[in-house]
């Protein structure tokens, strides 16, 4: 009865993926806060760089909050 079921990879293999994919993401998510940055600068801010820089750090932090919400979910 077990052999229908696919195993699921585990080891260092696993949680290399899954630490690629956070990487990934963690990238995606600053670069879309800087996208959002310069469009609200241009929207908004007559060559100011307030709100770039605004939405960077807060791209960067929540991103470290995502790695950080992911890694507890790892199990070693």
Do not use: E
């Not at 940055?37 to 770039?52: C, E």
């Amino acid at each position: 009865m077990d052999n229908n079921k696919q195993k699921k990879p585990k080891g260092p293999l696993k949680n290399v993926a899954v630490l690629s994919g956070i990487a990934i993401q963690m990238g995606v998510i600053i670069y879309l806060f800087v996208i959002l940055g310069k469009w609200l600068d241009g929207k908004y801010n007559d060559g100011d760089k307030g709100f770039i820089v605004i939405m960077t750090l807060l791209g960067v932090g929540l991103s470290i909050y995502t790695v950080v919400k992911q890694l507890n979910r790892i199990k070693y």
